[in-house]
């Protein structure tokens, strides 16, 4: 995801078992679509990581210091990349909750919200 034009991932390593069973797609990914992957995103610093006898992860390091890991065990190379493009799209910001609702000075055009127009049935 961009922000202001700029794209929020820094860096992306992929770590992998040269050997290992669950790096197949990995290795996979490596060899036929990571410099595809790296040429279309030219700012993004793209590494490829050996990780003897470990589990293959995607890890991303974003602008505002976050880092972001996703688990590769077992998963295709088209499985692979859809992780990659989904850290490359993220912001790599915290996800906030909002335990109050959101209250404007200023009232909604469409009326107040009631759950009777949600689910289309009248209320006493």
Same mark, same amino acid.
């Given at each position: 995801m961009s922000h202001r034009g700029v794209l929020q991932l820094k860096s992306l390593v992929v770590?992998?078992?040269?050997?290992g069973g669950s790096s197949r797609g990995a290795r996979e990914f490596v060899r036929d679509k990571? @410099?595809?992957?790296a040429e279309a995103n030219a700012s993004v610093d793209c590494r490829a990581e050996l990780g003897?006898?470990?589990h293959p992860v995607v890890k991303g390091a974003y602008v505002w210091g976050e880092d972001k890991v996703a688990d590769g065990r077992n998963l295709s190379a @088209?499985?692979?990349?859809?992780l990659a493009e989904g850290l490359r799209n993220t912001s790599g910001r915290k996800m906030k909750r909002f335990d109050k609702p959101v209250l404007s000075m200023t009232p909604s055009i469409q009326g107040p919200a009631s759950a009777s127009r949600k689910l289309?049935?009248?209320l006493r």
């Open positions: 770590r992998y078992c040269p050997h990571f @410099a595809a992957f003897r006898g470990k @088209a499985e692979i990349l859809k289309g049935v009248k």
